[in-house]
């Protein structure tokens, strides 16, 4: 049984037993797909080295590559992140870092100057020209209260 719900705030909503599935409204589009899109937060969690909130209060020097591997699309160098709060590992901030954006395979946007994400990020293991920065982020999480609460306790139970 199918109910539906209209709300100003996230638009049609579909309720299955208990499970909410937000939809867009007709002549909306889905929410964009940001950094990391192809990765679950689970692989991103064993990958990572740092798991902070932060936010992004500069794109730094914009590449842009059409085929690179494995992300097609723009990439940025020396993108500065306030460091909000660590979540696991340490770093400076604000943190220095590379983003890849896989706008051409993997349809992914720009991250948004300003946002609050949860970053997962990997150490750069011998930074040279091609990969400057001391850290790679591997996926962004918009930092939502239940985004935040799930990776806490992914944390906690990968411990």
């Known amino acids: 049984m199918f109910k539906r719900i209209t709300s100003r705030l996230i638009g049609l909503v579909i309720v299955v ?12 589009v ?4 940001i950094t990391g899109s192809r990765i679950t937060a689970e692989d ?3 990958k990572s080295d740092v798991i902070f909130i932060g936010q992004i209060t500069s794109l730094g020097v914009e590449e842009y590559h059409e085929t690179a591997e494995p992300y097609p699309g723009p990439n940025y160098q020396g993108a500065k992140v306030k460091v909000v709060q660590t979540l696991r590992g340490s ?3 604000p943190a220095v870092m590379t983003i890849f954006v896989g706008s051409v395979v993997y349809q992914e946007t720009i991250p948004t100057v300003g946002y609050l994400y949860i970053v997962f990020a990997i150490r750069t293991i011998k930074p040279d020209r091609h ?3 001391p850290f790679v982020i591997l ?8 985004n935040t609460a799930k990776v806490k306790s992914m944390i906690f139970a990968a411990k």
């Open 139 to 146: 996926k962004l999480l918009p930092a939502t209260d239940d």
């Open 44 to 46: 991103a969690l064993q």
């Open 91 to 93: 770093l400076k901030s």
């Open 30 to 33: 889905a929410p964009p797909k």
């Open 17 to 28: 037993g208990s499970t909410v599935v937000p939809q867009p409204l007709p002549g909306q």
């Open 131 to 133: 990969n400057p920065d």
